[in-house]
């Protein structure tokens, strides 16, 4: 299969049948990959079974034992699981490097200043230290970018020159340079990747403008690879559409669906030069292909949009790690006993209306269970429990929503308007009805709260912040004076003997608002055989959907479901029915992560595993459901 790729880089070739040739070749020999594939048999190119490249980070997705890999090429990142792409060789790789280079930009001068990394395991590194062999490094492992020295070096250089770097690299190089340096004819700076949320990130077109400016005289050109391919893509324009190599197919498809589209879209590549790992796929980046294969990239795929939280309103009082409490408010007085049953009685109301407008994408039938599973959970001698615990209270409370559990704003509304305070509701941007709704109700009643859309909160001397940790973290930044109790990203978990009589149980946290909010299991640990849970969990599931079907499912989660089934397809096993999925994995493929009605069991052999498990990830656990004595 070598000798056939080969051929075809240097010569060309018809890629729909090499493709396939390749394809048939990958599956017999990559045990892995196989089993995600199953008995597809693709007759199109186009049909060949992409791979998350996430997978990378889980998978050896090699054809050939993966201890026999001679060179080993790792994703950046200092903290987490890396991914490995794995070669026996890497000569297709520098063949097909070199020569679609070439092709795309004419070739770069042998010697370089490099601010790209040094480690043997950069893919990278290896593709510009075969480009320009005499290399001057100032980005180094470990230590990072040599700013000084890299700035001293370019300035005092008097020959053409080859420069390449990280847009990050670069964005820190040129922060306080204002003065060109002055390039010999023939120079070339090659920019690559992204920010990744770095201090000085700058918009793509800024950076180029400035590299353009202060190195005066070089010729400025991009590259896209990644480190799980084996070819790259160029621009010599800097306009942001990149050419592929004629080995390589890209294409753009509907993050949701997964088929091809002619906008933009989430990026899959079909790569020859990967003939000893996998040939498709399939990235987080989004892009629209145009008709003659080039490329526009248009950064990464928006994350799936944040999904709530229904932590208890007693929960989160009682904590005080997430609930530091005032020393002083400039005080209310909590409401009588009589007005809180009004104000309970005005929210019961609620469960008569019409709920299709402010479900938001979830099923009418299971919309309303979720809000009178919420109002059910309140009550007058609960919330004056809760106040009890306080001796003053704040004359003004906002509420940040967030999107998803459209029902758990309930019970902090409910408390918020029990102490007397006046309330503002800040309504997630995404789909505000309900919260609108809501507030139109108990102003009605003459209760007094607002609901707002736009971004800025009123003077508020506390607010409540669900959502992301990025939404609580900038609430904090951009409002010092208040208090701040803010809930970010957790998960739950379930640990059970897995006997088939604990499916019920777990089967209606799995429908409850279609696995959205931090109370939606992530992970189902069993301690003995998963199997007959699985069985059971299917029929409980099956009929729990006759009376709660499942809603809309936002399209963002589906490039995380993919690569979750993906793993499962390869590892585990999987069983998928029209309305939910049930998933058996080995426990160390635990992720904290609950999809829409997607129930994934792993088995463990003891209690200590499990806190092993979790030991990196303890602090984001919202709740524990458990049958077992821990």
């Known amino acids: 299969m070598k000798e056939i790729i080969r051929d075809f880089i240097q010569h060309g070739g ?9 394809f048939r070749w990958q599956v017999a020999r990559n045990p ?60 297709l790789y520098d063949l097909g490097s070199v020569l679609h280079m070439k092709r795309c930009i004419g070739g770069v001068p042998e010697k370089s200043i490099s601010f ?31 700013k000084e020295e890299g700035l001293r070096a370019l300035k005092e250089n008097q020959s053409p020159i080859f420069v390449p770097g990280t847009a990050f690299a670069f964005a820190e190089l040129l922060h306080d340079q204002t003065d060109p ?29 400035k590299i353009q400016t202060i190195f005066a005289g070089a010729t400025i050109v991009s590259e896209y690879g990644m480190t799980e391919l084996s ?14 190599p004629p080995w390589m197919r890209v294409v753009a498809v509907d993050p949701g669906s997964g088929l091809p589209t002619d906008d933009v879209g989430q990026l899959r590549f079909y790569d020859l030069a990967n003939h000893q790992t996998v040939m498709g796929v399939e990235t987080r980046d989004k892009g629209k292909v145009y008709p003659n294969g ?51 009685d005005t929210l019961h109301g609620l469960s008569a209306q019409q709920l299709s407008a402010y479900a938001q994408g979830i099923s009418d039938e299971n919309a309303l269970w979720g809000l009178k599973a919420s109002l059910g959970a309140l009550s007058v001698e609960g919330v004056q429990r809760i106040l009890s615990k306080q001796r003053c209270f704040p004359k003004h409370i906002s509420i940040v929503v967030s999107y998803g559990v459209f029902s758990s704003q309930l019970e902090w509304v409910f408390l918020a308007l029990s102490t007397g305070a006046k309330v503002t509701i800040k309504a997630p941007s995404l ?25 800025e909160l009123p003077p508020s001397e506390l607010i409540y912040v669900f959502g992301s940790n990025e939404t609580v973290e900038k609430i904090h930044q951009e409002y010092p004076e208040s208090t701040i109790k803010g809930y970010g990203h957790k998960f739950s978990i379930i640990l059970c003997l897995g006997s088939p009589e604990e499916a019920a149980a777990i089967a209606k946290d799995l429908i409850a608002y279609d696995s959205r909010g ?14 007959p849970l699985k069985d059971a969990l299917h029929q409980t599931l099956l009929e729990f959907e006759q009376t709660r079907p499942i809603g809309e499912i936002d399209p963002l989660m589906k490039p995380e479901w993919r690569y979750q089934t993906s793993l499962a397809l390869a590892t585990g096993q999987i069983f998928t029915a029209p309305s939910h999925q049930i998933r058996v994995l080995p426990a160390h493929f635990w992720s904290p992560v609950a999809l829409p009605r997607v129930a994934s069991l792993y088995h463990i052999h003891s209690i200590s595993q499990l806190e092993n498990l979790l030991q990196s990830r303890a602090g984001s656990l919202s709740t524990l459901g458990h049958s077992v004595d821990i």
């Open 518 to 531: 931090c109370m939606a299991p992530a992970a189902i640990f069993t301690l003995s055989d998963p199997i």
């Open 116 to 146: 790209v990394s040094t480690g043997s395991d950069s893919s990278l590194g290896h593709m510009c230290r075969l480009f320009s062999p005499k290399h001057k490094h100032f980005f180094v492992a470990g230590l990072g970018l040599l």
């Open 431 to 455: 789909d505000p009805h309900f919260s609108e709704f809501l507030c139109q109700k108990l102003q009605d009643a003459g209760f007094p709260i607002e609901c707002i859309v736009e971004r």
């Open 14 to 22: 018809d890629f729909n049948s090499t493709a396939l040739k390749l």
């Open 32 to 91: 892995e990959y196989g089993r995600i594939c199953g008995n597809i048999r693709p007759t199109d190119w186009r049909e060949i079974p992409t791979v998350p490249c996430s997978l990378f980070r889980d998978l050896h997705l090699c054809c050939f034992p993966p201890f026999a890999a001679k060179t080993i090429f790792r994703t950046s990142g200092t903290t987490g699981k890396r991914g490995i792409h794995r070669l026996q060789d890497t000569e």
């Open 231 to 244: 070819s790259q893509l160029w621009s010599k324009e800097n306009h942001g559409i990149f050419t592929p």
């Open 181 to 209: 340096i002055h390039f010999p004819e023939g120079s070339v700076v090659m920019i690559t990747g992204g920010f990744k949320g770095r201090k000085h990130a700058l918009e793509s077109t800024a950076l180029h403008e």
């Open 294 to 344: 080039t490329v526009k990239l248009l950064g990464r795929l928006p994350k799936a949009k944040p999904r709530g939280c229904s932590l208890t309103v007693e929960e989160y009082m009682e904590s005080p790690k997430h609930h530091p409490r005032p020393s002083i408010y400039t005080g209310t007085t909590p409401l009588s006993t009589t007005e809180i049953q009004r104000l309970l």
